[in-house]
T-cell receptor, first 110, second 111 residues
Framework: GIQVEQSPPDLILQEGANSTLRCNFS?????LQWFHQNPWGQLINLFY???GTKQNGRLSATTVATERYSLLYISSSQTTDSGVYFC????????????FGAGTTVTVRA | NAGVTQTPKFRILKIGQSMTLQCTQD?????MYWYRQDPGMGLKLIYY???????DKGEVPNGYNVSRSTTEDFPLRLELAAPSQTSVYFCASNRADYGYTFGSGTRLTVV
């Protein structure tokens, strides 16, 4: 079946630290997105990144589609970065449907 | 541009009651989706639609129904609510090469 695996499941950071979140997926992709779910439950779209590298401020992401993984980098973390980060994938074998990983819970301490 | 709008934001239902969760998008996206998120879990797909008049089941469709009479609206109907349907429900729409946009969610409790 469809597999989207995220690691680590939990991450505790001191403010100012850098971190890397990983997403492995089981098949070729049409679409890969990273979302941040804030403590109020809102899902914020961070990156649409089926391949390549993108940067947005302190966040960047890289997807190596041929090796079936994606990485989300958080630099100089802030307390507002706390929340759950989801990787979601639309596999070519499962068109039109976005499958979510279990998420990485990030806690940034002041 | 409002994006994806869901109503209501919160609702408490008694076992056996029915309700409709509303979802509308103003981006003219053909693809729309309903997901549910149980505590501490990722999102699971309930139903999706690739255009007006076309719907299909996702991973967890039992206990739900949908319709898509217009491009903008994609309501989710719960018949005979059960405690297992206590969850947060998210509606989303999708445009190729841009990705999914999610609504702010509906928190439903069945007691």
């Amino acid at each position: 079946g469809i597999q989207v695996e995220q690691s680590p499941p939990d991450l505790i950071l001191q403010e100012g630290a850098n971190s890397t979140l990983r997403c492995n997926f089981s098949d070729s992709v049409n679409n890969l997105q990273w979302f941040h779910q804030n403590p109020w439950g809102q899902l914020i779209n961070l990156f649409y990144i089926p391949s390549g590298t993108k940067q947005n401020g302190r966040l960047s992401a890289t997807t190596v589609a041929t090796e079936r993984y994606s990485l989300l980098y958080i630099s100089s973390s802030q307390t507002t970065d706390s929340g759950v980060y989801f990787c979601a994938v639309e596999l070519r074998s499962n068109d039109y449907k976005l499958s979510f990983g279990a998420g990485t819970t990030v806690t940034v301490r002041a | 541009n409002a994006g994806v709008t869901q109503t209501p934001k919160f609702r408490i239902l008694k076992i056996g009651q029915s309700m409709t969760l509303q979802c509308t998008q103003d981006m003219n996206h053909n693809y729309m989706y309903w997901y549910r998120q149980d505590p501490g879990m990722g999102l699971k797909l309930i139903y999706y639609s690739v255009g007006a008049g076309i719907t299909d089941k996702g991973e967890v469709p039992n206990g739900y129904n949908v319709s898509r009479s217009t491009t903008e609206d994609f309501p989710l109907r719960l018949e005979l609510a059960a405690p297992s349907q206590t969850s947060v429900y998210f509606c989303a729409s999708n445009r190729a090469d841009y990705g999914y946009t999610f609504g702010s969610g509906t928190r439903l409790t069945v007691v």
